[in-house]
């Protein structure tokens, strides 16, 4: 079944794209510390990080602007609280590298440490912006305009 455009209300579409835009400048920052720090990524945590926390928000975005709203709404949402479990195991659960606790003492430490948090966030803000939007258009769907 093909999706048809809907109206969703333009505060939520901005708050979304900004939300997406903060979360990507400081996802680029937090890998500038990962590199700095020489914290490495196994190889799936590599796809999973490119994949799920990188792309899967601008892609959930540019779908928001299309005739495919509900599918944008959706991958924004499935995204952000992808990145969201996986930022919050990586940095502040497991015992690792990567936890924010348990780095080396250098300039990088606490960038790292504040863009963990960040994305953190972000990721909550992103997912909570994807769920508004598709309380919305489920709204829509149920009740048609006359």
Sequence with gaps: MAESTQHLPRTLVITA???VLVHTVVMLVHGAAHMRL???LAPW???YVLGIVGIGPIVGLS???SSRQRTG???LFITMIGALLFGLWNHFIAQ???HVMHLQAGPWRLPFQVTAGLL???EVAGGVVAFALLGVLNTQTKS???
């Design 144 to 146: 048609p305009r006359s």
């Design 45 to 47: 945590a590599k796809i």
């Design 120 to 122: 953190l966030i972000s």
């Design 73 to 75: 709404a959706a991958i």
């Design 17 to 19: 794209a900004l939300v």
């Design 63 to 65: 779908f928001l602007r």
């Design 96 to 98: 690792g590298a990567d």
């Design 38 to 40: 020489n914290i490495g």
